[in-house]
């Protein structure tokens, strides 16, 4: 739970992974943020259907948010380290749906983490990928609109507020199920 960018394309084949990687991996040194390079060439021959199990670009985390991964498998196709981990190797259509599924979640990075994430990801994927979508809860992908931002902020904080509340006000009963106990929390949370 928390405000989070949602995004997924491809990489452009006539464009240069190490390239991207490369100046990725200079901005994140500018801002001294962590960052972890994958491999940096794809196979000589791009298969859309077939993926080699291997992770291709650039992982980076800015300050109190989730990691931002511009990875791509063998196919091109937007994914992670974590989502080919646990999603690599099925063969059910909604599981591999999440292979292709991309997030991080700015929640406590704050506002202006979150536009530099959206700026750079405008600015990364008008120059490497293709087919790229991006759902912005917090809007400004959409909008540019920071004071929209900060409203989202806020009520995204307010929530987090009320279930932490919650869940230091309500302790789960003795012998009480989590289903039982959330749906019980869930209940006091609509109440306040």
């Known amino acids: 739970m928390g405000l989070s960018i949602h995004y997924s394309g491809r990489f452009n084949p006539a464009c240069s992974l190490q390239e ?23 196979p000589k021959k791009i298969s859309e259907d077939a993926c080699d199990n291997k992770i291709y670009g650039i992982d980076i985390t800015p300050p109190a948010s989730e990691t931002l991964s511009l990875c791509f498998l063998s196919n091109g196709r937007m994914s992670s380290a974590v989502n080919l981990r646990f999603f690599g190797n099925t063969h059910d259509i909604e599981n591999e749906k999440m292979l292709y599924m991309l997030f991080t979640k700015t929640q406590y990075a704050g506002i202006y983490v979150h536009i530099f994430i959206i700026k750079l990801l405008r600015y990364i994927s008008k ?6 979508e991006l759902s912005d809860e917090g809007q400004y992908w959409e909008t540019g609109d920071k004071k929209l931002l900060a409203e989202m902020f806020a009520r995204y904080n307010s929530l987090l507020d009320q279930v932490g509340g919650a869940l230091q006000s309500f302790p789960m009963g003795p012998g009480e199920t989590f289903e039982i106990y959330f749906e019980r929390l869930l209940k006091q949370i609509k109440r306040e």
Do not use: G, R
Request: charged share 30%; glycine share 0%.
């Open 127 to 132: 120059k490497y990928f293709i087919d790229f």
């Open 20 to 42: 991207m990687i490369k100046e990725v991996a200079d901005i994140a040194a500018i801002y001294e943020w962590p960052y972890e390079v994958h491999e940096d060439q794809f």
